[in-house]
């Protein structure tokens, strides 16, 4: 499922893992919407394209915001790491070079 949201370019890739984190690496094209900051942006995670996909560093947090989110009614998939995503990414990527 997550493969095919990437693939056609759906929703939004939404890493929560801290600022600094982030700035470290992340997937392109993804936002960066700390766990400990969603419920405060709440307003700005409903306003993202959907199916969100969620990533962190090693699937912890990822997976505490899908639930988070799901409980609000937002549609949403645990990617587990970031690293995960921008490997599908970049296999996209290679498909189609």
Known sequence: MIE???????GTIVD???REEFEGGNAVGSVNIPLNELVLRMEEVRALNVPLVLCCASGGRSSMATRLLKQQG???HD???WVNVNY??????NKVA
């Not at 599908?88 to 990527?93: D, G, H, I, R």
């Open 4 to 10: 095919q949201v990437i693939k056609k370019g759906e």
């Open 88 to 93: 599908l990414q970049s296999q996209l990527v």
């Open 79 to 81: 990617a587990g790491s």
């Open 16 to 18: 929560v893992r801290t």
């Open 74 to 76: 937002i549609a949403c």
